[in-house]
């Protein structure tokens, strides 16, 4: 049991972090735009000090916006939990396509033997080996390598 809530604390973690930095940088955000039409063209002014109180007191200032119903507020950590999911399982499928089966290889791939290898990849008859060796030669170098082999063998 204990090593089961370890295993699912390693696995979530990720994902709580994720959460957790996205609630706090919403809650940043609901705060700015909050200042931006507190303050207006003084924004500049105070910005330095709204910041600071929404980074050093985020707890407060969610719950504050969150009992207001803020828009910004709300949208953006919608947004942030259903990213967050999203990425889970996402992340998770992924994960699951990796497993490798009994053969420690990935989807149908196998290792394959010499044997296997050899027949599949180096065996080649002489008519195969002639055709090949012809198609990727030009015509005038085959030729030329013919009239010298009929030279030679009438000069003997």
Do not use: C
């Amino acid at each position: 049991m204990k090593d089961r809530s370890i295993a699912v604390i390693k696995a979530s973690w990720p994902y709580l972090l994720t959460l957790i930095i996205g609630l706090y940088l919403a809650e940043i955000l609901a705060g700015s735009v909050m200042a931006l039409s507190h303050y207006k063209l003084a924004f500049a002014d105070h910005m330095p000090t709204v910041l600071k109180q929404l980074a050093l007191h985020p707890w407060h200032y969610y719950n504050l916006y969150l009992g207001q119903k803020n828009p910004v507020l709300i949208i953006v950590s919608i947004a942030v939990v259903l990213y967050t999911i999203y990425f889970a399982l996402k992340r998770n499928s992924k994960h699951k396509a990796w497993e490798t089966a009994d053969t420690e290889t990935h989807g149908s791939a196998t290792w394959g033997n010499l044997k296997e290898l050899s027949d599949h990849y180096f065996s080649i008859n002489a008519k195969d080996l002639t055709t090949a060796f012809n198609k990727s030669t030009k015509s005038e170098i085959l030729e030329a390598l013919t009239k010298q082999e009929t030279q030679s063998k009438t000069g003997k």
